[in-house]
């Protein structure tokens, strides 16, 4: 199974980076994850959509044939960051790669909430006509206090969120699996 990863944050040292290469890393068996690079991609532009720049083309076809995407968004200002906003405009207008596609949800923060309003905001933007994603409700993982869950080199090492990310994916993986079997019948 294929999954993309979209990660909110185009900061080089991004919590959330970080926890899209722990999903990466520790589920290779049961996924292949290719984490997308969203820094690269043109301001959304109407006058552009039916022509778009090659960076473009290529971020709507890796998504397009992926089974699904786990979507890693930080929290800024008690919403998605507009490097995010701005690449699911992209995936939203004209060949509409999204829908139907299964979406998975996460995100880490220094806050207690980790990035729930974000998340929560994400949510309302995936059902959208132009993107139509489903995800799988009470599937939710809004990791707090990353800073202090991480080791001396950046990899996550907090054993109670890393076996809640087990229990998530055990979830989460069949479903998207479900997904694809249901779409092609």
């Known amino acids: 199974m294929n999954i993309v990863a979209i990660v909110g ?8 980076y970080k926890i899209a290469k722990h999903m990466e890393k520790r589920y290779a068996d049961r996924f292949n994850l290719k984490i997308l690079n969203i820094g690269d991609l043109p301001f959304y532009n109407q006058d552009k959509e039916n022509t778009p720049s090659q960076e473009v083309t290529a971020f709507k076809k890796k998504v397009e044939d992926a089974d699904g995407v786990l979507w890693v968004t930080p929290e800024y200002n008690a919403t998605i960051p507009g490097a995010l906003k701005n690449a699911i405009d992209w995936l939203s207008r004209v060949d509409q790669v999204m829908i139907g596609k299964p979406s998975w949800i996460m995100g880490a923060s220094m806050g207690a909430l980790g990035t729930a309003k ?9 059902f959208a006509p132009g993107l139509s994603s489903p995800l799988l409700p009470g599937n939710e993982v809004c990791i707090g206090q990353v800073h202090t869950k991480l080791d001396e080199d950046g990899n996550l090492a907090d054993e109670d969120t890393i076996a809640f990310l087990d229990t998530v994916t055990d979830n989460v993986i069949p479903w998207i699996e479900n997904q694809r079997t249901t779409a092609k019948i």
């Open 9 to 16: 944050s185009t900061r080089q040292d991004s919590y959330n």
């Open 118 to 126: 974000a998340q929560a905001h994400l949510r309302d933007i995936l």
